[in-house]
């Protein structure tokens, strides 16, 4: 169980386009997801919380316009990189966490983003 | 500000080998301690966390407040140990978020 898929696994986008991220909580519902990114061989930079049916919290120096979230379902959450430039080539994550008292989070194999 | 610190970037040992993994918390509260693994290719997952007290693929975990310690321990060190290992926290007016240390990457040698 508690099982998290994104798509796509990767994608490569020109410089100046926008993509979308999809996370999905297969088995369970995520009352809170969140979006990370990770650079090769270091650790994870929480880039905001998200709540189903609530606007995404942002942290500190992530760009909010640039960086879209949506959760409008209980099961799906989704990333928009907007005008995408080389430096938002990474390696984004998301996770799910069920709620009601529930604190680990569950993590789905990430996205590989290139920008040319 | 919380922060988890785990000093070893990397960490070699030979199969059978005792191994401990270092994590270091700076947190004014009572916090979650949790330790990840991410092994080559995958997705990270959960290893255990300190509130269960649980022992997983020989693995324990001590939360020690004295030292704002969470030290991830297994007596005799296997091949398929080797992976990449975050400590992580959780708490306070955060509360579900997740704050990372910078990870271990373990490697068990044959």
């Known amino acids: 169980g508690a099982v998290v898929s994104q798509h796509p696994s990767w994608v490569i986008c020109k410089s100046g386009t926008s993509v979308k991220i999809e996370c999905r909580s297969l088995?369970?519902?995520?009352?809170?997801m969140f979006w990370y990114r990770q650079f090769p061989k270091q650790s994870l930079m929480l880039m905001a919380t998200?709540?189903?049916?609530?606007?995404?919290?942002?942290e500190q120096g992530v760009e909010k316009d640039k960086f879209l979230i949506n959760h409008a379902s209980l099961t799906l959450s989704t990333l928009t990189v907007t005008s995408a430039h080389p430096e938002d080539s990474s390696f984004y994550i998301c996770?799910?966490?069920?709620?009601?008292?529930?604190?680990?989070?569950?993590f789905g194999p990430g996205t590989r983003l290139t920008v040319t | 500000a919380q922060r988890v610190t785990q000093p070893e970037k990397l960490l070699s040992v030979f199969k059978g080998a005792p191994v401990e993994l270092k994590c270091n918390y700076s947190?004014?509260?009572?916090?979650?301690l949790f330790w990840y693994v991410q092994y080559s290719r995958q997705r990270l997952q959960l290893l255990l966390r300190?509130?269960s007290r649980e022992s997983i693929k020989g693995f324990t975990a001590d939360l020690n407040k004295g030292e704002t310690s969470f030290h991830l321990k297994k007596p005799f060190a296997q091949e398929e140990d080797s992976a990449m290992y975050y400590c992580?926290?959780?708490?306070?007016?955060?509360?579900?978020?997740?704050?990372f240390g910078q990870g271990t990457i373990l490697t068990v040698h044959p």
């Open positions: 996770s799910a966490s069920p709620g009601s008292g529930v604190k680990e989070q569950y």
């Open positions: 300190h509130i």
């Open positions: 992580a926290l959780t708490g306070g007016t955060s509360y579900g978020k997740l704050t």
């Open positions: 998200s709540n189903e049916g609530s606007k995404a919290t942002y």
């Open positions: 947190y004014s509260g009572s916090p979650e």
């Open positions: 088995d369970f519902q995520a009352t809170t």
